[in-house]
């Protein structure tokens, strides 16, 4: 499902901006996921529930509702985090499994997985900001099947034509909802005109141009000039 509503166009187009620093970012896309998530979860059944009503100085019986089913949510490290606090908003007592990936020429690669040997969910929300080339995504649809959910939902803010193509395909089972459509992959895999990188986004990561800056000193390429520095 690809939402039409006007506010949530808005929204990513403030996500979507050069000029909306960390902080916004943040606060925009938990209101993007709220409003996503309220529209994923509408499938969700309840079952009854007594309770009592205060009425004046006495309480009276009624029965109420509640949901049936129990929900994990799996956030993809790191952009995925920026969505857990929307959902739980909505469903409080999900449990939350954390599944780390990154890409190695334009391939996911698992680093974490916290999922509990035993599943117990009924329900599994991935959550990711974007879907490129859907090939992350189902990735951990893949490790969520494996590990036994019968059901399974993505959610995301932005998704690639070709992504959610390949993934509708591969994957006819599983349900999507996401906010809006990009048109076209970049040469390396990535939404265009999408939000960027929306991890160094939402955590306010600086851009760094080599890789090498990342490594302990000790492990980086020394130079001419640093054994010369050091004779």
Known sequence: MVSEHPILSHKISILRSSS???????????????????????????????????????????????LAEKVALIPILRSGLGMVDSMLELVPKAAVHHIGMYRR?????????????????????ILDPLIATSNTVMSVIGILKKWGVEKIHVVAVIASEEGITNLASTHPDVKITVGTID??????????????????RLFGTPLIEDEEELMHPSKRRKSSADYTATK
Not at 108 to 116: A, C, G, I
Not at 183 to 200: H, S
């Open 105 to 125: 020429d334009m391939m996911p690669v698992q680093y974490y997985n916290r999922l509990p040997r035993k599943c117990e969910a009924d329900v599994a929300y």
């Open 20 to 66: 909306t620093e960390p902080q916004s970012f943040r606060t925009v896309l938990r209101e993007l996921t709220f409003h996503l998530g309220y529209e994923a979860t509408s499938k969700l059944t309840t079952k009854p529930t007594p309770l009592t009503v205060p009425m004046g100085l006495d309480h009276v019986e009624a029965t109420g509702a509640t």
């Open 183 to 200: 048109k076209e992959l970049t040469k390396d895999g990535n939404i265009f005109p999408g939000v960027g990188d929306a991890g160094d």
